[in-house]
């Protein structure tokens, strides 16, 4: 939300300097994205030289069809004369004009300069060259009642500070200048002056209102205007439109825009000559009933929608964007003022079912006062008559039940013991009372209307007393805690586990978007309203992602790309939501063999077979692609992306079901080992696998190693036998082995060998 500073002061006296207003706000009320500057350098007296002038003779130049010669009355005594291209005015017009010497907000700084042979001594200035609005069709013509010579700052707001503010979902008092206003006054202990307004007017029954849904409309305000000239706004309401991001149409729509941006409660304007029987009626949609609002589009609506009517149809969506049918256009001269409130949960919903939001769902949605509605419509009224000179309106008002406002049983003490400062009662209660709080009968706290919906407990009074005291005096203190438990869950370590990995391989791990193009998956779970074209499905694989990522480095001139991923994907179901699962997937330089590598270190250290099979993914290379348990591997396809690049994505719920619940290992024995070697004469048809195995079955576990180191025949060896020689390594992890022991375990496994396999020991 855009705040205009000059705005904001019609209201309280903003303190200087803004940055420090700024930091103050973003502590205690709401984020300042940035301070915004435009309009006239306020520099070295520059503001000086733009004064109001009086245009005294203006005719064609006698040099050029295309421009006229001005003589322009600065308030100097003898005029200017000044060349202008522009013809939309004449003698007698108020303008703005610019002295030679001035710097104008693009920058330029104006020179007295010869125009086709004929000296122009300043510039009559247009709104766009004052940066007050878009027109640079014609120069700015103001409103008499300026003396010439005036300094143009006096007459427009010329020079312009703009709090550019994120304000959250439960402050909707916020969306408005004046909610702001009041935040700052709080916040400085400064008076907080009341927005303009009109008398109030009685009731007149012949303004025709009938509420038949006083739950989703509880108030509703008609005023009729009759004999309306519809114009442009005035350039001061132009321009403040446009600082606060909206823009200017019509004096009778600007007026609505300006009201809502003020004081924060939507307004509508209605054509009361296209209303069927002049009649207003606030009711629930019928079913199949259609609609055109004011974007083009014909929408049907649903039975639950609240819809202003006439006498004959729906003309309008309550609270959300008026109908085409009824729009104020140039040729209108009564227009009917809407000026309601309306029930939250229902705009949402008609919202969202719509896909349609506007400025006034946005706030009707978060929740406005409903107690605003005769201040807003005081002030509409009081522009709408002094900018189209109409007579005085005819009123007529719906009000059902209205809530009362909430009282708390408030308990100062607690405020020092829960956020740990030291504010005194009487401060407490000055806090209190400056953001609109009443404090009756000892401690009962009287919630103002604007923030029912937020306050609704003790600690939320608590909350407020200490942003406004100041949380930057909270004392950094840990909270006290007897013990702390907590650990991470098998699979969290696992994941752990797997970035170690892939960082120990090279990779460095990216974080992309959840939300996809659909390129990989064109059956994945696509967005009602997607936010863009890039980001319209939620994701079911991590590639797309990875090789944006990849191809803005390769962009970038960035060598040696390796980008791994450890994060959900969101796959289809029949269900109503879509099964959420973990998956790591990575992008290499390196082609299929860089994958592989990585794969197989990854199972390696997991404890986990990889086991490859062919695979034939569409967006990996023919014949470079492969599959294990857990997902692909392969050869990004060159359509895809060019260079030879590896990839993988692996499901790690499946890779981890693989790895063991226990790895046993033994520790290792610190005690000598007793090393001997050991020949046997066998039949030609003993396996040396075997001979081991039986070596180790008849010693038991203090034989650690057995070897084959040699296999021979011939010679000493008889016909139809071999020779197989044994490297064994006799060890205890108790204590260091004796001979004896050695000859105890060699003696087993000879009479052991003998006895299964005829085996001889040789000398």
Not at 280 to 303: M, S, Y
Not at 547 to 565: P, Q, S
Not at 741 to 763: H, Y
């Amino acid at each position: 939300m855009k705040l205009p500073v000059s705005w904001l002061r019609d209201y309280v006296d903003v303190p200087s300097p803004l940055e420090e207003v700024a930091n103050r706000l973003a502590l205690a009320t709401a984020e300042v994205d940035r301070i915004i500057r435009r309009g006239i350098p306020d520099t070295d007296g520059n503001l000086g030289l733009f004064k109001i002038g009086r245009v005294l003779e203006a005719g064609k130049h006698p040099n050029a069809d295309r421009l006229q010669l001005c003589q322009v009355d600065v308030g100097e005594g003898n005029p200017r004369q000044i060349v202008c291209g522009a013809w939309n005015f004449g003698p007698g017009a108020t303008v703005a004009v610019a002295l030679p010497g001035a710097v104008l907000p693009d920058g330029r700084t104006l020179e007295k300069a010869k125009l086709r042979g004929t000296v122009s001594d300043g510039m009559i200035l247009s709104e766009q060259e004052l940066e007050l609005g878009t027109d640079a069709s014609g120069i700015l013509v103001l409103e008499d009642g300026a003396d010439p010579g005036t300094p143009l700052a006096d007459v427009l707001p010329v020079v312009e500070e703009i709090l550019e503010v994120e304000v959250t979902g439960n402050r909707p008092d916020l969306l408005s200048v004046y909610g702001m206003a009041r935040e700052i006054a709080a916040l400085y202990e400064l008076e907080l002056r009341p927005p303009p307004g009109a008398p109030e007017l009685p009731l007149d029954p012949a303004v025709q209102v009938d509420v038949e849904d006083l739950e989703g409309c509880p108030r509703y305000d008609a005023r009729l205007f009759s004999g309306v000239r519809i114009g442009p706004s005035p350039a001061w309401l132009r321009a403040r439109l446009l600082a606060a991001g909206v823009r200017a149409i019509s004096s009778v729509v600007d007026v609505t825009n300006y009201v809502m941006l003020g004081l924060g409660n939507p307004l509508h304007a209605f054509d009361h000559s296209k209303l069927a029987g002049g009649q207003i009626i606030v009711r629930r949609a019928r079913p199949g009933e259609e609609l055109t609002t004011l974007d083009g589009t014909r929408r049907k609506l649903d039975p639950a929608d609240l819809v202003i009517a006439d006498a004959e149809c729906a003309v309008a969506f309550a609270g959300i964007m008026g109908g085409l049918d009824t729009e104020i256009g140039d040729e209108t001269t009564e227009v009917l003022l809407e000026t309601a409130n309306f029930e939250p949960t229902t705009i949402l919903a008609s919202s969202e079912r719509h896909s349609l939001r506007t400025e006034g769902s946005n706030r009707w949605e978060k929740g406005v006062d409903p107690y605003l509605v005769p201040q807003a419509a005081a002030l509409a009224t009081k522009l709408l008559v002094e900018l189209t000179g109409v007579a005085e309106p005819r009123r007529n008002e719906v009000v059902g039940t209205l809530p009362e406002r909430p009282v708390i049983r408030f308990r100062p003490e607690r405020t020092n013991r829960l956020v740990g400062i030291d504010v005194s009662e009487t401060e407490q209660r000055e806090i209190l009372e400056r953001l609109g709080f009443d404090v009756v009968d000892g401690w009962d706290v009287v919630v103002p209307t604007w923030r029912a919906r937020d306050v609704t407990r003790e600690v939320d009074l608590i909350e407020e007393i200490a942003r406004i005291h100041g949380l930057d005096k909270v004392p950094f203190t840990l909270p006290l805690r007897s013990a702390m438990f907590g650990r991470l869950s098998r699979e969290q370590r696992l994941r752990r586990v797997v970035e170690d990995v892939l960082v120990g391989c090279g990779l460095s791990e990216a974080y992309t978007w959840s939300l996809a193009r659909g390129d990989i998956n064109l059956d994945a779970l696509r967005l009602p309203v997607p936010i863009s074209a890039e980001h319209a499905v939620l994701r079911t694989s991590l590639l797309e992602g990875l090789l944006d990522a990849a191809r803005l480095n390769v962009d970038a001139g960035n060598k040696d790309i390796r980008l791994f991923e450890i994060a959900r994907v969101y796959l289809p179901t029949d269900e109503e939501l879509p099964d959420e699962r973990w998956h790591v997937g990575a992008v290499l330089e390196g082609g299929f063999s860089a994958a592989k590598g990585v794969i197989e270190t990854l199972h390696s250290t997991l404890h986990v077979e990889a086991r490859f099979e062919r695979g034939s993914e569409p967006f990996l290379h023919p014949g470079k692609s492969a599959r294990v348990e857990s997902g692909w591997l392969g050869e990004v396809h060159p359509n895809v992306l060019e260079g030879g690049w590896g990839a993988f994505e692996l499901d790690l719920e499946t890779l981890f079901a693989g790895i063991p619940e226990r790895i046993h290992y033994e520790d290792v024995i610190t005690y000598p080992a007793v090393h001997q070697d050991l020949a046997f004469v066998v039949p030609e048809d003993v396996l040396a696998g075997d001979l081991v195995a039986a070596a180790h079955a008849a010693a038991g576990p203090e034989l650690r190693e057995a070897k084959v180191f040699d296999v021979y025949r011939g010679g000493q060896i008889p016909e139809g036998k071999k020779s197989i020689a044994l490297s064994v390594a006799f060890q205890s992890p108790e204590r260091t082995l004796a001979d004896e022991d050695a000859r105890s375990i060699r003696e087993r496994i000879v009479a052991s060998l003998a006895e299964r396999f005829g085996a001889e020991l040789r000398a």
